[in-house]
Structure formats: structure tokens, C-alpha cells
């Protein structure tokens, strides 16, 4: 963190962590990345970057989920995310589409945990976060979309 400040980078200490972290995911080195992680959350909430924090609370929970194959602390992290609201108006197209993925993988991992009524109202919130009601509507979008 020092080194950001002390060279007047901080604002790309979020982002350089959370890199790192897939360089980690990468060499399987889940550790190393959890802690990526968290060190990329930290710099995102010093900074107040909401959309920093929730796309690393969503790859915090994904690392759980995908690699770790521990749902439960996924969804706590997937649901920390959701509460990260955007300050700036120019991020909220991004802050619906990291919502969409939080909520998809939510929709995941209560299918790994074969609770397939909330996986799939949490799959039906996930269309809804991309404007789309349902899933027909969303496949007739145009590629571009």
C-alpha cells in the first residue's frame, strides 16, 4: 500500500491486486490469491471505489465457489457484494452488469448446495439486473447486446 502512495498510484492498487490474484488463481495458488484479494478490497474501500469492491468481493466469492468448492463462504461473499452501490451515475450500467454475475453465481451456488428454488429465483434476479425479464428475452438479443 505504501509503495502506491508513496508513488502517487494509489488509485491502481485495487486493480493491480486484484490482477495478481489471477495470476495466483492461475498457478493454483488460492492462498496467495485470497490474499490478493483481500488486499484489493482493502485499496478499493480506502478509496471509496464501490464498483472496485464489488467486482472483488464477486471474485473473492468465485475463488471460493469454482476452486475451493466451498459455496457457503461463497454466498457471503456474493451477497457483500450486492450491497456495494455506485456513487458515480457513469458506473451504474457496470455496477448492473457485476450485480448480474453476483447474482448468477449466487444462482450457483445454491445449485451446489441443491437448493434449487433459491438457485433459481436468484438465476430469474439475474436476468432482471440485464433489463431483460426473463431468459427468452435475453437470448433474443441482439449479439452486440
Given at each position: 500500500l505504501s509503495v502506491f502512495t508513496a508513488s502517487g498510484l494509489f488509485n491502481l492498487c485495487g486493480p493491480f491486486y486484484n490482477q495478481l490474484a489471477h495470476v495466483h488463481i492461475?498457478?493454483?495458488?488460492?492462498?496467495?490469491?485470497?490474499s490478493d484479494l483481500n488486499f484489493s478490497l482493502k485499496c478499493n474501500t480506502l478509496k471509496k471505489d464501490y464498483l472496485g469492491c464489488r467486482q472483488t468481493l464477486n471474485n473473492i466469492g468465485y475463488v471460493y465457489l469454482h476452486h475451493l468448492d466451498d459455496p457457503r463462504p461463497a454466498l457471503r461473499y456474493f451477497h457483500e457484494?450486492?450491497?456495494?452501490k455506485v456513487i458515480n451515475p457513469s458506473e451504474e450500467a457496470d455496477e448492473q452488469a457485476e450485480a448480474a454475475n453476483a447474482m448468477?453465481?449466487?444462482g450457483v451456488a445454491y445449485t451446489r448446495l441443491k437448493m434449487f428454488d433459491s438457485a433459481f429465483d436468484c438465476f430469474a434476479k439475474a436476468f432482471a439486473y440485464t433489463g431483460n425479464t426473463?431468459?427468452?428475452?435475453?437470448?433474443r438479443l441482439p449479439a452486440d447486446q
Open positions: 492461475n498457478q493454483k495458488k488460492f492462498d496467495d490469491a485470497l457484494a450486492l450491497k456495494n448468477g453465481n449466487i426473463d431468459e427468452n428475452n435475453f437470448l
